[in-house]
């Protein structure tokens, strides 16, 4: 793959606090030998309240950026306070469908790469902080540390809201999914159920289910390499109708669809929602960050994450939305049955759509079957992630000290509970219809998304800054980005203006709708809140770049590489 500019030169210089940065550049067929350290040494890295070990290996970090990180960290991890954003996962699976809906193949396909390259500036900007200081929750840590106490406040409430929110939206999309075979239990019934089953598995099953998510999530790398080759293989003649059908849908009905309006008007209408799909579906790198302060030799694993998760989640996103464009074409009825109207019966994915055009047996229900886990298995995730992101923000005095409590099994038993009274607006389900519920849920976490990639950005320009004001060349850093500051601009501009651009529909002449207006432009007010609240609190201050500190915790990861031992895997 392409450097894709956060790589580390070939230069021999020692960085800052000692440690060679010529060993970042070996070739990541080396990956497999980086070993464990023991766990006191480990621990020695860790800051007094942070008990996290360093056990995770490079080959579990690019499971983590394509996977998740939130399905892996539970099985290594004893004592963890946050986890990671979501990636491959239901967003790619039938949610995208939404989008083909409004826009035609031809802007989801332009949508997502653009949106790509967004992602990429963040993932730099990340990279150059992450692997200077790689410690645990960096991005949220580092907005306070960086900018402001209060910003990293309104950055850690942020991310917790956002875990929290995708918990109904997962619901809401199983109970979408359900339908496709029968709709004799009732939505509120089925919501119920879900909701039941993720507290009794996070207050009593914790221990046990970890590993079933590492597998999980394994599983659905697997399913998204096959839905690209079946795109491929039944595109070329490969199906039962031996239907050579190539990008016939690109030409009928088009590849670019109109919506809210007729003409160029309704073509730019049909880009903007998927742009706002691809903003909501394409992960970012908060999830391999996360796992930073666990992580084995981070400054030689970390930079090899960032760049082959890169690598391979781009070709998921960008290749699974071409091909989603190429097996079914946007006017599909049996599409619109299933995402405007709900209607039971109806095939939520794209990919099972296909499968019943082309009279493809068994397949459509193992893949709806497949997809169904996946959905189940990530909102059972994001109640414990968002449960731990709460529990963290307690620990920290950042919210009531009742939620620190736990039960004998050390689970935080109020934050649960907590998560689970959000989780309650999947109820909205009942009375609303899915596809009106899954907007909005898919508007508030793509708001609170593009708000936590704004801030990584923004905390990038203040670290950069306070780094030349100290008098610390970044070309003594374990990695230096390239373009910068300018990606960082580009990146926080992009995401910005999306996040204003996220509810555009409400502003379209005969399309106002206070719901909608309201899921959309929560978070827009909810993060100045939150970060004014504090400032008033606790009379907190902008930090001058000559006060940041970037000294803290640094001479303990350059101890730990310097005395780093590699030792074959066990």
């Not at 799909?277 to 930073?292: E, L, R």
């Not at 606790?538 to 990861?557: F, M, N, S």
Request: aromatic fraction near 14%; include cysteine; proline fraction near 5%.
């Amino acid at each position: 793959m392409a450097s894709t500019g956060f790589e580390a030169s070939n230069r021999e210089k020692l960085g800052p606090f000692g440690g060679s940065n010529a060993s970042l550049t070996k070739d990541v067929e080396a990956d497999e030998k980086v070993a464990a350290a023991s766990p006191s040494e480990s621990s020695s890295l860790k800051p007094g309240h942070d008990h996290t070990h360093r056990r995770l290996k490079s080959r579990h970090i690019q499971l983590i950026g394509i996977g998740g990180y939130e399905l892996l960290r539970m099985t290594f991890l004893e004592q963890y306070i946050d986890c990671g954003q979501r990636t491959i996962g239901t967003a790619l699976f039938v949610q995208i469908g939404q989008a083909l809906i409004q826009g035609g193949p031809g802007s989801l396909f332009l949508a997502f790469t653009i949106w790509c390259t967004f992602i990429l500036a963040i993932t730099i900007c990340t990279a150059e902080m992450v692997t200077y200081l790689p410690i645990s929750s960096p991005f949220i840590r580092f907005a306070g540390r960086f900018v402001d106490e209060a910003f990293g406040v309104a950055a850690g409430y942020n991310f917790f809201v956002l875990q929290a929110m995708l918990v109904p939206f997962e619901v809401v999309a199983c109970n979408l999914i359900i339908h496709y075979w029968s709709d004799i239990v009732p939505a509120g019934g089925m919501i119920a159920i879900i909701l039941f089953l993720y507290g009794l598995i996070n207050v009593f099953a914790v221990k046990w289910y970890g590993e079933s998510e590492f597998w999980l999530a394994l599983g659905k790398v697997i399913l998204a390499v096959g839905l690209i080759l079946y795109t491929f293989i039944t595109m070329v003649g490969g199906n039962p109708l031996k239907d050579k059908y190539g990008f016939r849908y690109w030409k009928d009905p088009g590849s670019f669809g109109e919506v809210y309006s007729t003409g160029s008007l309704g073509q730019f209408c049909g880009f903007m929602a998927c742009l706002v799909q691809a903003s909501f579906t394409v992960a970012g790198p908060d999830y391999i960050s996360m796992a930073a302060g666990e992580v084995e030799n981070p400054r030689t694993v970390m930079p090899r994450a960032y760049n082959k998760a890169f690598g391979r989640l781009m070709a998921f996103f960008v290749l699974g939305s071409l091909c989603v464009g190429i097996v079914v074409p946007y006017d599909s009825q049996e599409l619109a049955d299933g995402f405007k109207d709900g209607a039971p019966g109806a095939a939520a994915s794209p990919y099972v759509i296909s499968m019943n055009r082309l009279r493809i047996q068994v397949l459509p229900d193992i893949i709806n079957v497949l997809v169904l886990s996946a959905a189940f298995s990530a909102g059972n995730s994001y109640v414990y992630c968002a449960s731990r992101s709460l529990f963290g923000l307690a620990l920290e005095g950042r919210a009531p000290k009742v939620l620190t409590r736990c039960t004998r099994n050390g689970v935080p038993i109020y934050c649960v509970l907590l998560v689970l009274v959000i989780s309650l607006l999947s109820f909205l389900q009942v009375s609303n219809g899915t596809a009106k519920v899954l907007r909005w849920f898919v508007s508030v976490i793509t708001a609170s998304q593009l708000i936590n990639f704004t801030v990584i950005a923004f905390t990038y320009t203040r670290f950069k800054k306070a780094c030349a004001a100290q008098g610390i060349s970044r070309d003594s850093l374990p990695y230096k980005g390239m373009l910068q500051p300018y990606l960082a601009w580009y990146a926080m501009a992009g995401c910005v203006f999306m996040t204003l651009a996220n509810g555009f529909p409400v502003f379209i002449k005969g399309n106002w709708k206070t719901a909608n207006f309201f899921f959309s432009y929560t978070m827009v007010g909810f993060f100045p809140a939150v970060y004014i609240l504090w400032k008033l609190l606790r009379g907190t201050k902008v930090i001058k770049p000559e006060e940041v500190d970037l000294h803290q915790d640094v001479e303990e990861v350059e101890e730990y590489t310097r005395n780093f031992t590699p030792t074959p895997s066990r």
